[in-house]
């Protein structure tokens, strides 16, 4: 049986906190959690955020602050309807 994939592994978590990591990347299959409501990446070295990530439809609350290497901010993030909070 093949493994799923490290965000599709965790398609009904609700909360992924990933921040102070020095993570490089973000899975571009983020946007299959569909479940996710909260998703903090803050204090990471990753230069981009893949556009699947306006998939969350259920999403909350986004931490993306301290990102020096974050060039742009997917447009895709103007589908996340739900979002209260954006940092």
Do not use: W
Not at 48 to 69: F, T
């Amino acid at each position: 049986t093949p493994k799923p994939s490290s965000a599709a592994s965790d398609v009904y978590k609700r909360q992924l906190y990933l921040q102070n990591n020095e993570l490089r990347s973000v899975p571009y299959d983020i946007g299959s959690c569909s479940a996710l409501r909260v998703l903090r990446l803050e204090n990471n070295v990753f230069s981009q955020l893949p556009k699947s990530i306006g998939k969350l439809q259920y999403l909350r609350v986004l931490h993306i602050y301290n990102l020096p290497a974050l060039a742009k901010i997917p447009d895709e993030i103007g589908n996340l309807k739900m979002l209260q909070e954006f940092l």
